[in-house]
């Protein structure tokens, strides 16, 4: 599984490359802050929701450190998407922050 850690997500974001964020943290997670490019799908919706995602672009997976976006991206990738998990997840994400819904 690849993975890149939150600061070259960071980057990524602040060079304007073209990927997918998905948040599979719980709802009040969420709302308490996730980056604001994202895509939010709580990890247990995940498998009746994954038709939301792209399969034709990268999806860098993000929870809060970094366990069930691992989980989400092992579902995702045995559905052919492009997946990529963020070890360290929101805990150590160093850009933007928004909060609410």
């Known amino acids: 599984?690849?993975?890149?850690?939150?600061?070259?997500v960071a980057?990524?974001?602040?060079?304007g490359e073209?990927?997918?964020i998905l948040d599979?943290?719980?709802?009040?997670?969420?709302?308490?802050?996730?980056i604001p490019e994202a895509r939010h799908?709580?990890?247990g919706e995940l498998q009746g929701r994954h038709n939301e995602l792209s399969k034709d672009r990268e999806t860098v997976v993000v929870c809060r450190s970094g366990k069930r976006?691992?989980?989400a991206c092992?579902?995702?990738?045995?559905?052919?998407?492009?997946?990529?998990n963020m070890p360290g997840g929101m805990s150590m994400w160093p850009g933007q922050v928004k909060s609410g819904k």
Do not use: A, C, N
């Open 1 to 8: 599984m690849r993975e890149q850690l939150p600061h070259e």
């Open 11 to 15: 980057e990524r974001i602040q060079k």
């Open 18 to 20: 073209k990927f997918e």
């Open 24 to 34: 599979v943290r719980e709802q009040d997670e969420w709302e308490s802050g996730h």
């Open 41 to 43: 799908i709580p990890l």
């Open 69 to 71: 976006s691992g989980v």
């Open 74 to 84: 092992d579902l995702l990738s045995t559905l052919g998407y492009k997946v990529v």
